[in-house]
């Protein structure tokens, strides 16, 4: 309703102006003010043609050959009431006066006198509602990308009992949403080619809640809208709402809002009137949503590298205020580039960053290169085959790239300078064979050959071996000692100890001997004092309890031993009929009869040997305590047997200590 209303008022509006046209003189220039793409037609307006001619019938009297004093008076009535109430609506102060002054109850009314007479025609419904808030909230105008408000404006002002109308009609009308926001974007083209114009935050609005629900209806068709943008590069005001009416998308999805920067921001980049609302879009963009990951995928190669072109390169259609800006956001956009696999995706940016580093290239940008093409060298491995096929045709990028690997060699991981050999070895013997040809690159030949030689040099120098030395250090100080102490005769006639008496550290080490001797007897007294008691009491408590688990633990081994063969036997004649049953591969049965064997094999040489060994050794120990303790095994005698087993292990070991030394020094001695 609301919509065909305003149709007939914009209507009258226009035949007024074709009146004044007519009325003009030839000499007055003419301005087409048609837009540039009308919206079609749709089947509300095919629909609402009788029902336009009926209301026109309506409206304008029949002409009357004799017109009545008093038929006038009432006609000229009628017109003058129609008039002041087309123009009782008039513009507020600011759009949150006009979004109070709105009666949410009335425009429910009209929507429900909408769709109860347009039942079938959903698109009816929401022409309405953008028609009825653009008519209701007329404010002062503002400019087109509303770079003054937050990136929800209007929509933030909105109550919640309007959204809830405006959601609750979009989601009945889910099927006509795109139409929907091609008409509201299209009308608001048509606005501005009006002067003065309406306002469009009914518009804006309504764009605002159909992207919020649904952000990729402004990516759907892409394609279509830059055609549209293009048409009219030489209104910027229709440029900037065509940009800002896409971008809302992308405040609620960040690969919806990357989708329209580089569909449509990005070809328009060069324009000086669109540029800064694309680079602060971009920053915006990337500030709402840090978390990067929501948008790997985006951004290709294809993109990327004009981006580094208009952050790097100087004397380009953007002003170095935007240069400046968009290389703050260059690092963020080189994440999203690389994505989420850089490993298996960087060799694809390798031949763009290398055909950029040429000598003449800007310090900054020849900087950000060579970070970037060492980068996908240690990332991804498939970039150093990619730098060979490459190579012949690009010696002077490659000089540069070799010289700077040479300077920051050591930066570099191991592994990944392992794998650089081999290409700086066929680097090295494709230099070579350009040098004897004598080429015309025969001087970028050269430097290439000379980093490569110093890499080379770098990669294959000598390093110590600091374990081995340290080694070595260790035992020619015992080697050292031991000659001293016997040339000596004693340590305290030794250089060793002299050394060590003057200064100061023989003193200091006695007498943390002796407080360590002290505390060593007082433990070892107290071990004494209660180590029997308590392990008698122990032994009394769990004697019963470990004869029986030992019994147990007998009559389990005993049983396993004399049951597994049959078992395995059993499982191996279960597989074999299994297998036959179930139609197994010959494979897995050759691979099922030899883990029998195996199991077999290890059951009958490892485990059986090993159980009987350990038993004939403990049993050997319970008879060497009986033969040692004469019979009755006491905590005296075990500690007796104990000591005597260590006192045997360390002369072992003083054995084994003197014969290293001995073989060290004699070692020494030859060299």
Not at 90 to 98: C, N
Not at 409 to 414: A, G, M, T, V
Not at 578 to 604: A, G
């Amino acid at each position: 309703m609301w919509f065909l209303k305003l149709k007939i008022m914009r209507s009258g509006r226009s035949a007024a102006g074709d009146r004044r046209a007519l009325a003009e003189p030839h000499g007055v220039p003419t301005y087409d003010l048609t837009a540039p793409i009308q919206t079609t037609s749709t089947l509300y307006e095919r629909g609402f043609e009788r029902i336009l001619k009926r209301q026109n019938k309506e409206q304008v009297p029949p002409p009357a050959a004799e017109p009545k004093k008093p038929a006038n008076k009432k006609q000229t009535k009628k017109v003058a009431t129609l008039t002041n109430q087309n123009q009782k609506q008039g513009r507020f102060r600011s759009l949150e006066e006009a979004l109070k002054a709105l009666d949410v109850a009335a425009l429910q009314k009209e929507l429900d006198k909408s769709q109860s007479v347009f039942s079938g025609n959903p698109s009816v419904w929401l022409k309405d509602l953008a028609s009825y808030l653009n008519y209701k909230l007329q404010a002062p105008l503002s400019e087109p990308t509303l770079s003054q408000h937050t990136h929800d404006y209007p929509y933030s002002l909105v109550s919640r009992e309007l959204r809830g109308i405006i959601r609750g009609l979009l989601a009945k009308a889910a099927g006509s949403l795109e139409l929907f926001f091609d008409h509201c974007l299209f009308t608001m083209l048509q606005e501005l080619d009006k002067t003065p114009g309406e306002s469009l935050h009914g518009y804006r609005i309504c764009i605002q809640a159909v992207l919020q629900d649904k952000p990729k209806i402004a990516t759907m068709n892409l394609g279509k809208f830059l055609e549209l943008l293009r048409s009219h590069q030489s209104r910027p005001a229709k440029c900037l709402t065509i940009m800002w009416a896409l971008g809302q998308a992308g405040f609620i999805n960040l690969a919806e809002g990357l989708k329209v920067w580089l569909g449509i921001m990005l070809p328009v980049l060069g324009i000086k009137s669109l540029s800064p609302f694309a680079i602060a879009y971009l920053d915006r963009l990337l500030l709402m949503h840090p978390n990067l990951t929501k948008g790997f995928g985006m951004i290709g190669p294809k993109d990327f590298f004009p981006l580094l072109d208009f952050a790097y390169m100087p004397n380009n259609s953007l002003t170095p205020s935007l240069q400046e800006q968009l290389c703050q956001l260059y690092p963020r956009l080189k994440v999203l580039a690389f994505g989420a696999k850089p490993e298996s995706t960087l060799h694809t940016y390798f031949p763009s960053f290398l055909s950029r580093a040429t000598p003449s290239c800007p310090p900054e940008m020849k900087k950000e290169l060579l970070s970037s093409l060492t980068e996908c060298l240690t990332v991804d491995p498939l970039s150093a085959s990619v730098w060979r096929q490459l190579y012949p045709k690009h010696l002077s990028q490659s000089s540069l790239l070799l010289e700077h690997l040479l300077r920051s060699w050591e930066q570099i991981p191991k592994k990944t300078q392992k794998s650089l050999q081999e290409t700086i070895q066929s680097f090295k013997l494709t230099n070579q064979e350009l040098l004897r040809k004598g080429s015309c690159n025969s001087q970028d030949a050269a430097t290439c050959d000379t980093a490569c030689k110093g890499l080379l040099q770098q990669a294959q120098g000598y390093r110590l071996p600091w374990t081995r030395l340290l080694l070595l250090v260790l035992i020619f100080a015992i080697g050292f000692l031991c000659h001293d102490f016997q040339s000596h005769s004693s340590f305290q006639a030794s250089l060793s100890g002299r050394l060590l008496r003057s200064s100061g550290f023989l003193p200091a080490g006695q007498q943390v001997c002796a407080k360590i001797y002290s505390y060593s007897l007082q433990g070892y007294s107290w071990l004494e004092e209660t180590l029997p008691a308590w392990g008698s009491h122990l032994l009394t408590m769990l004697r019963p309890s470990l004869q029986l688990a030992w019994a147990h633990t007998n009559a389990t081994i005993s049983f396993l031993s004399s049951h597994c063969a049959s078992h395995l036997a059993w499982f191996g004649d279960s597989l074999a009929s299994l297998s036959q049953r179930l139609q197994v591969p010959d494979t897995l049965i050759q691979l099922l009869q030899s883990l029998q064997e195996l199991l077999l094999l290890l059951y009958q040489n490892v485990l059986l040997p090993l159980w009987h060994i350990l038993l004939e050794a403990l049993a050997r120990a319970q008879e060497h305590c009986h033969e040692a303790c004469r019979g009755e095994v006491t905590w005296d005698c075990v500690k007796t047997q104990l000591s005597e087993a260590a006192r045997w292990v360390w002369l072992c070991l003083q054995d084994i200590t003197v014969a290293f030394l001995d073989w060290a020094l004699a070692m020494i001695s030859q060299q």
